[in-house]
């Protein structure tokens, strides 16, 4: 369990990358930043978000002794909760990689709390208890902060003409419009520049 504990989370962002990669060499040319980032966005969100969050959900529902102790845990009923946790980021991953922006922006905003908020109880673990399993110190820590922090950078560089307007959209600025504002605004001052 321990291996599978610390293989899968790179095997699901490697299934990521190589099927990111085929799609974008199969798609249309010209290549374009849009069809780039959506399909690293499709993948991320199909293999590390929703296949891990099944394979999460698995584990702590169906074998809740031997991922605890792949983590350096006891066994404890919480883990249920958990894995019913990872199944609803599973599952609203999987919609969202074929989904909207909107799916999408939901289930990223949902895995960085989630998978945030793991990775900093699994950091306390190795300051506070001196924690190194697997489960807890290994390939999972890191991508319980990669993954989101890296979905959420490529949804702030979805091409603004691929974000689906809203009825709201009519009424005034929405927070797609708010939203597209500030990333301009932090990308040009990082440029040096203010237009």
């Known amino acids: 369990m321990q291996d599978v ?4 989370p790179i095997f699901v962002w490697v299934a990521a990358l190589v099927c990111a990669g085929l799609a974008i060499w199969r798609a249309r040319r010209p290549i374009t930043r849009g069809v780039i980032v959506d399909k690293l966005l499709r993948y991320l969100f199909f ?3 929703g ?7 698995s584990g ?3 074998a809740p002794v031997e991922v605890a102790a792949s983590i350096g845990w006891a066994p404890s009923p919480f883990q249920s909760e958990v894995g ?3 199944l609803g980021l599973g599952l609203a991953s999987l919609y969202a990689a074929f989904g909207s922006f909107g799916a999408r922006a939901a289930a990223a905003i ?5 998978l945030g908020g793991a990775g900093v109880v699994h950091l306390l673990e190795i300051a506070e208890e001196g924690n ?27 091409p603004r003409r691929d974000v689906e307007p809203t009825a709201a959209g009519a009424a005034g600025p929405t927070l797609e419009d708010e939203l597209e504002n500030a990333r301009m605004a932090i990308r040009d001052e990082l440029r040096g520049g203010r237009h």
């Open 110 to 114: 949902a895995a960085a709390c989630f």
């Open 84 to 86: 019913m946790a990872n």
């Open 60 to 62: 702590h529902v169906f």
């Open 5 to 8: 504990v610390s293989l899968f």
């Open 47 to 49: 293999f590390p978000l």
């Open 132 to 158: 190194f399993a697997p489960g807890n110190a290994g390939p999972i820590l890191v991508t319980d902060f990669l993954t989101p922090i890296v979905v959420l950078a490529l949804l702030l560089l979805v």
């Open 51 to 57: 296949v891990q969050g099944l394979w999460a959900f």
